[in-house]
Nanobody, 117 residues
Framework: QVQLVESGGGDVQAGGSLRLSCAAS????????VGWYRQAPGKQRELVAR???????FYADSVKGRFTISRDNAKNSVYLQMDSLKPEDTAVYYC???????????WGQGTQVTVSS
């Protein structure tokens, strides 16, 4: 059974930093593409960042230069370092594995990030 568990969310002031973690069981993240998504109230879920099995990365324009996605294969985990946070980054953040068409297939339960001005 595949499980993805996010952690590291919380409340932070604008300009601050958080590091989200996505720990997996039942699936090997190092051979999968993994994405971080977020969903703000009243908005659609959006892709924030993606890391390929070969460690190539993609970032949404809204977070480029502020967020960094990485993985630790030994811990079967993927991380999202979020710096220079803005109130508009407030959302529930989810990690998800992606299939070969970059469609999400397994989701975590999400972790709340709230950035106050």
């Amino acid at each position: 059974q595949v499980q993805l568990v996010e952690s590291g969310g919380g409340d932070v002031q604008a300009g601050g930093s958080l590091r989200l973690s996505c720990a997996a069981s039942g699936i090997i993240l190092s051979i999968n593409t993994v994405g971080w998504y977020r969903q703000a109230p009243g908005k659609q879920r959006e892709l924030v960042a993606r890391i390929l099995s070969g460690s190539g990365t993609f970032y949404a324009d809204s977070v480029k230069g502020r967020f960094t996605i990485s993985r630790d294969n030994a811990k079967n985990s993927v991380y999202l370092q979020m710096d220079s946070l803005k109130p508009e980054d407030t959302a529930v953040y989810y990690c998800a594995t992606q299939n070969s068409y970059y469609r999400p297939n397994y989701w975590g339960q999400g972790t709340q990030v709230t950035v106050s001005s």
